[in-house]
């Protein structure tokens, strides 16, 4: 399991969707996940520190694991299957561990309001085809990646 | 309601209105679109039909509402199916939601939640608790003092302009 870092929010101008780019702390893997408007937004506004006059849905989430005194301990990227990433939420709650079900968007864009680890499954990012990611990235335009390239 | 003179907090505004005892039970009874923004509007009646609510959410809150009301399940777990795994993971109880109040047009909820037998509440934006609600079968209120607040007279007359057609597309 390697740990991940969201290194730039991007927009696929082909298939007018968002580009979450995740990267491991040496960056010698990569791991481009696309996601929809609204759950890039989401990502971007913990990205950027932004808060919203009015809690969003992910910071709801957060404040209802507050309410009960749970933690989010890790978020997995955890399976690829047929293009679609999986993941997991690892939440602690009175002594007891749970593993919850969820996209890799909302994993992600409440793992950054709750300053917690993101990790991807070896076997997912092997599973990913670099070659064809190489030249896909080779033709997108500088100006197309995001301004959070950190 | 009295001029405030400084801002109230969610856990007053909670208070506010418990001490006051008067909801309003509300059932979602359609979702559409706006069609001089790019918004949705969340229509909500109390069970006689005789009040309506209407509040302009997002394009993905309000798809968010659509998907719990035709019963569609997604493949995937959306945001509110996640906070619904949430509290039937931890065992948390959402007892009920209620819109708390409406200032400059923006609408407040409040979610109550009953966990190891406390009940506490999370400030939220309308959209979200109604999107929670439907999933987790819980009821919607409403304060009477924001159904009196509402809208303003020329609410109906507006309603009637968007026409039933649209309405209808998306019955409870």
Redesign the interface.
């Known amino acids: 399991m390697l740990q991940m870092k969201v290194r730039g929010l991007m927009f696929d101008p082909y298939n007018n969707a968002y580009i979450v780019i995740l990267r491991d702390e040496d960056n010698a893997d990569m791991l481009p996940i696309w996601v929809g408007?609204?759950e890039a937004s989401?990502i971007s506004f913990a990205l950027e520190g932004i808060a919203a006059?009015?809690?969003?849905?992910?910071d709801?989430?957060k404040?209802?694991?507050d309410?009960?005194d749970?933690k989010v301990i890790s978020v997995v990227v955890n399976d690829l299957k047929d293009n679609?990433y999986?993941a997991k939420?690892h939440?602690s709650?009175k002594d007891s561990e749970?593993a919850?079900?969820?996209?890799p968007s909302?994993a992600i864009a409440l793992a950054l309001r709750t300053s917690t680890p993101i990790f991807a499954q070896d076997e997912v990012i092997r599973k990913q085809v670099s070659d064809d990611l190489d030249h896909w990235l080779e033709n997108l335009k500088p100006e197309d990646f995001g301004k959070y390239e950190t | 309601m009295s001029t405030r003179r400084r801002p109230v907090t969610v856990s007053e505004r909670v208070m506010e209105y418990q001490e006051s005892s008067d909801l309003v039970r509300l059932k979602v009874h359609g979702v559409l679109p706006d069609p001089n923004t790019e918004t949705q509007i969340v229509i909500l009646r109390d069970e006689q039909n005789a009040d309506i609510l209407p509040i302009w959410v997002?394009?993905?809150e309000g798809n968010a509402i659509r998907l719990a009301m035709e019963g569609h399940v997604t493949?995937?777990?959306?945001?509110?199916d996640?906070?619904r795994?949430?509290?039937d993971?931890?065992n948390?109880k959402v007892s009920h939601v209620v819109v708390t109040d409406v200032k400059n047009n923006?609408y407040?909820a409040a979610?109550h939640?009953v966990?190891?037998g406390s009940e506490?509440t999370?400030?939220?934006?309308p959209s979200?608790a109604i999107a929670l609600a439907l999933r987790t079968n819980s009821p919607i209120y409403v304060t009477q003092d924001v159904l009196k607040r509402r809208g303003g007279g020329n609410l109906d007359a507006w309603l009637e302009k968007l026409g039933t057609k649209n309405l209808g597309k998306y019955p409870v």
């Open positions: 408007k609204s989401a006059p009015r809690p969003m849905t992910h709801l989430m404040s209802v694991l309410t009960v749970a679609t999986y939420i939440l709650h749970y919850i079900d969820s996209r909302d | 997002g394009t993905t493949s995937r777990p959306m945001s509110h996640l906070l795994s949430f509290a993971h931890l948390i923006t407040y979610i939640l966990s190891q506490q999370v400030d939220s934006r979200d």
